[in-house]
């Protein structure tokens, strides 16, 4: 591994990422409220890519569409734990991917689990998708979810399933460390092993991350442990996962999953990286991820 690499890792343990998401639940979501009420949708300026604010169930999305007409089309999800609005950072990065696959991206300000059940940001993902539909071929689109976002791109199909859609499901998914709890000892064993390698989620946090997911109320197992969701007719499926990530524990239940469904779906596995090591790409591994990323999206999106 690289020297930045390491140096990169030894920061975050110095500075405490994980602890973070290791405080008590009143208290997480208390401090992401007012994190979330400083974040803007930026205001974005480009050449080639037009920015626009559209509203879907009263919450925004961002849509980024390319001057130059293109005929498909992304919905990339932010992840931030169901706690933490797309940062200014992380809409950067999304228009870099834009603009280095030729895709036009939708990027939800989906609500999140401060204030809502987990039930809630499906429901307006869905309604998403179907607006992106009213645009775009289903065989032009393709999803993008990072960490609790690659649960919901994921879940978009457990959910059609389970609410019986008759839309036409999307051509292509790309999971990226995808956020679910454990659902059995084994994966709760796995997740504690993995534990001391992580530096920015706790085993913990993803033991006692249904309390945030459920905000007080029931919802359906899949959106809490998507490993026991419904695949049927889910499209081809990438996933990538970091090998020193607590999520990464979770990747052998995809896998059992995915054949059950008969899915076509691949894993591609960052050697010693961290969760969601594409969408950082600062150092040389990283960087690899990220164009590994990019070229997933441009063959297949």
């Not at 343990?13 to 803007?40: D, F, M, T, W, Y």
């Not at 879907?56 to 999800?77: C, D, P, Q, S, Y």
């Not at 993803?206 to 997911?213: F, H, K, L, S, V």
Request: glycine share 6%; hydrophobic share 35%; aromatic share 8%.
């Amino acid at each position: 591994m690289s020297i930045k690499y390491e140096i990169l890792k030894r920061g975050a343990k110095l500075i405490g990422i994980k602890k973070r998401s290791q405080k008590p639940v009143s208290e997480i979501i208390e401090i992401k409220k007012k994190e979330n009420a400083k974040i803007a949708v930026p205001d974005i300026k480009d050449e080639n890519i037009a920015s626009e604010v559209i509203g879907v169930m009263g919450f925004k999305v961002l849509r980024l569409k390319h001057k130059k007409k293109t005929e498909k089309a992304n919905l990339f999800i932010i992840g931030g734990g169901m706690v933490s609005a797309p940062k200014p950072m992380s809409i950067r990065k999304a228009l870099r991917i834009c603009k280095e696959t030729g895709i036009d991206l939708y990027i939800p300000y989906y609500p999140l689990c401060t204030d809502y059940p987990v039930s809630k940001a499906y429901e307006m993902i869905y309604e998403t998708y179907k607006k992106m539909l009213e645009e775009y071929e289903p065989e032009n689109i393709s999803l993008l979810g990072t960490s609790s976002g690659g649960n919901l791109a994921l879940g978009l199909i457990a959910y059609m399933n389970d609410i019986q859609s008759p839309l036409p499901r999307p051509r292509y998914i790309l999971a990226i460390s995808p956020g679910t709890c454990p659902s059995n000892e084994e994966e709760k064993k796995r997740m504690r092993e993995l534990d001391e390698k992580d530096v920015a989620i706790s085993a913990k946090y993803m033991i006692t991350a249904e309390e945030i997911m459920r905000h007080g109320e029931e919802v359906p197992d899949y959106m809490i442990r998507l490993q026991n969701g419904d695949f049927t007719g889910c499209p081809q499926t990438d996933f990538i996962y970091g090998t020193e990530e607590v999520l990464y524990a979770v990747a052998p239940s995809f896998r059992k999953a995915m054949e059950k469904y008969h899915v076509n779906a691949r894993f591609f596995e960052g050697e010693r990286m961290f969760h969601c090591y594409p969408v950082f790409p600062i150092c040389k591994e990283a960087k690899e991820g990220w164009d590994l990323m990019v070229k997933l999206l441009k063959e297949n999106g």
